[in-house]
């Protein structure tokens, strides 16, 4: 077999490339948000939730997660640049750069949003968008360290059965 050492290193940086926009979705963080919202979805059902549903606002609901925590990236740049603990993420360390991640956080939202539309319910995306949207930097206008997320996940789901 003939190895083509240019197309491994290219796949190799395309590999690096996607875990970096992947880190910027703050995966364990989003993880906790979806896993509160699919509860908000078994509380609000009258029965089991149907499967579609479930499949189509488990990834809406992480798409636009995902999304917002980019945008939290961007916002607070700077901050992370100073930070030990976040210092080493890609935006501080200028291995993306800011309008990477602009389109990156749009084009991640504005699938997940378009999948709440399309395959949930309007209401849940206008819920989804609202609840989240104003998360990024928030934490800058309030002074609290404390995330807003936890308090607001269960309602984008239980509104995808009622």
Do not use: H
């Not at 197309?7 to 940086?13: E, G, P, Y």
């Not at 949207?133 to 984008?156: T, W």
């Amino acid at each position: 077999m003939i190895k083509f050492p240019l197309m491994q290193l290219a796949t190799t940086a395309a590999r690096f490339r996607l875990r970096q926009f992947l880190s910027l979705t703050k995966p364990r963080v989003v993880s906790l948000i979806v896993f509160c919202a699919v509860i908000g979805m078994f509380l609000a059902a009258p029965g089991m939730v149907p499967p579609k549903l479930l499949l189509a606002a488990t990834i809406g609901i992480w798409l636009v997660a995902g999304a917002a925590a980019a945008v939290n990236c961007l916002v607070e740049q700077k901050i992370d640049a100073v930070m030990t603990r976040t210092r080493a993420r890609p935006l501080p360390r200028g291995e993306l750069t800011s309008l990477q991640t602009l389109a990156f956080a749009g084009a991640v939202g504005g699938t997940g949003l378009w999948m709440l539309y399309a395959l949930v319910n309007p209401l849940t995306m206008r819920r989804c968008f609202c609840s989240l949207s104003f998360s990024p930097g928030l934490r800058r206008i309030s002074g609290r360290s404390r995330s807003i997320a936890p308090r607001i996940s269960p309602r984008p789901g239980f509104r995808c059965c009622r």
